[in-house]
C-alpha cells in the first residue's frame, strides 16, 4: 500500500485548520482565530446582504471579529457539512476557505437567498 500523496496530506492539513479556526470561533477566541489566519488574509462578511464587505489583513479581520463577538454573544457556529481538496475547503453553512502555510488566507462567506 503506498503512503499519502502530497495532495492528500494537503487535503488533511486543510480540513484540520478549519476544524481549528471553526472551534476558535465557537469559543469566540479572536487570538486563536487570527493565530489561524495568515497576514495577508481576507474575509468577506455576509451582512449586510447580500453582499457583506471584504476586509483584508490581520488588523481589519481582527477588528471585525472583536466587534462580531461583542454583538453576538451567542455566536456560534455548526458545520452541517465540510468538503476539502488541497488548499481549499467548502463548508455547508457557505463558507469558502483557502489555507495557506497552514493558516487561513481566505474566508468567504455566502449565505442563502
Known amino acids: 500500500?503506498?503512503?499519502?500523496?502530497r495532495e492528500d496530506r494537503s487535503t488533511a492539513e486543510?480540513?484540520?485548520?478549519?476544524e481549528?479556526?471553526?472551534?476558535?470561533?465557537?469559543?469566540h477566541d479572536v487570538d486563536g482565530v487570527m493565530a489561524l489566519m495568515t497576514?495577508?488574509?481576507v474575509f468577506e462578511s455576509t451582512n449586510?446582504?447580500?453582499?457583506g464587505p471584504r476586509y483584508e489583513g490581520q488588523e481589519e479581520v481582527r477588528a471585525f471579529w472583536e466587534k462580531f463577538f461583542k454583538s453576538s454573544p451567542d455566536a456560534r457556529f455548526e458545520?452541517?457539512?465540510?468538503?476539502?481538496?488541497?488548499?481549499?475547503?467548502?463548508?455547508?453553512?457557505?463558507?469558502?476557505?483557502r489555507v495557506g502555510d497552514g493558516k487561513v488566507a481566505e474566508k468567504l462567506s455566502y449565505v442563502k437567498g
Open 48 to 51: 449586510p446582504p447580500p453582499d
Open 39 to 41: 497576514e495577508d488574509c
Open 20 to 27: 481549528r479556526f471553526n472551534e476558535a470561533f465557537n469559543r
Open 1 to 5: 500500500m503506498k503512503g499519502k500523496t
Open 79 to 97: 458545520t452541517e457539512e465540510m468538503f476539502a481538496a488541497g488548499d481549499r475547503c467548502v463548508v455547508r453553512w457557505v463558507d469558502v476557505f
Open 14 to 18: 486543510t480540513r484540520d485548520v478549519i
